[in-house]
């Protein structure tokens, strides 16, 4: 089984920063790309920001220049430093691993429970 829990969501005001952090854990055989992704009611899921294994990343227009992704490979951890938020950047966060298990080295995509943030003053 595998688990991805996000923390660091929160209340921030227009300007502020927060940091969004997903722990995998479970029976991890290889983990091939972690991601960001956000909804708001009656909208489809989009992508925040996407990290290959390697380090390769890509972001949403939306939030170049402001938000940056990493991973800590040893830790199975990733994180989202979000800096200058906007009213818009209000979502609920959810974190994507593309990985692969113990038990059957398949490749399958697995989501968080997801994590409120919210931009208002």
């Known amino acids: 089984q595998v688990q991805l829990v996000e923390s660091g969501g929160g209340l921030v005001q227009p300007g502020g920063s927060l940091r969004l952090s997903c722990a995998a854990s479970?029976?991890?055989?290889?983990?091939?790309?972690m991601g960001w992704y956000r909804q708001t009611p009656g909208k489809q899921r989009e992508l925040v920001a996407r990290?290959?294994?390697?380090?390769?990343?890509n972001y949403a227009e939306s939030v170049k220049g402001r938000f940056t992704i990493s991973r800590d490979n040893a830790k199975n951890t990733m994180y989202l430093q979000m800096n200058s938020l906007k009213p818009e950047d209000t979502a609920v966060y959810y974190c994507?691993?593309?990985?692969?298990?113990?038990?059957?080295?398949?490749?399958?995509?697995?989501w968080g429970q997801g994590t409120q943030v919210t931009v208002s003053s």
């Open positions: 994507n691993a593309m990985l692969s298990t113990l038990t059957d080295y398949k490749t399958t995509n697995y």
């Open positions: 479970g029976s991890i055989f290889r983990i091939n790309a």
């Open positions: 990290i290959i294994s390697g380090a390769s990343t």
